[in-house]
């Protein structure tokens, strides 16, 4: 499963917190599976991030999956599909479906744009937490 921005956001808040939420519940229920998260996320975290060193410890634990030719490809393509629809994804979200439908993996998310995707019949699963 692909980790969107949006859920490690949450599960960041809620483990600084120290409190028990929907992120680290989600986390606990799937702590057998081997998550993985987008270089764009990356990007979106470290953008965000007041603390880069503390990001990257926070994401060191996940592996990351880096673009390729054929994922590009298929961003294209799912930009023109969603374009055509008057439904285009950010950027950021574009690469990040992408590369979930390349792997066909879900992606793990709280956004609600994902569904865009799934709107124009195109194969992407979307896990809630």
Do not use: C
Not at 42 to 61: C, H, K, M, N, Y
Not at 70 to 79: D, F, K, S, T, W
């Amino acid at each position: 499963m692909l980790l969107d921005s949006s859920y490690l956001i949450d599960l960041e808040e809620e483990l600084a917190e120290r409190k028990f939420g929907p992120a680290i519940a989600f986390a606990n229920a799937h702590r057998r599976s081997a998550p993985r998260i987008s270089i764009i996320t990356v990007g979106e975290l470290a953008a965000g991030a007041a603390d880069e060193a503390a990001t990257r410890r926070f994401l060191s634990r996940y592996r990351v999956i880096t673009l390729k030719p054929q994922i590009a490809y298929l961003a294209g393509r799912l930009e023109r599909a969603l374009s055509a629809r008057g439904q285009r994804l950010g950027e950021n979200d574009n690469w990040i479906a992408a590369t979930a439908l390349y792997y066909g993996e879900p992606i793990v998310t709280n956004d609600n744009d994902f569904t865009r995707v799934l709107r124009a019949g195109l194969p992407l699963k979307v896990l809630r937490y």
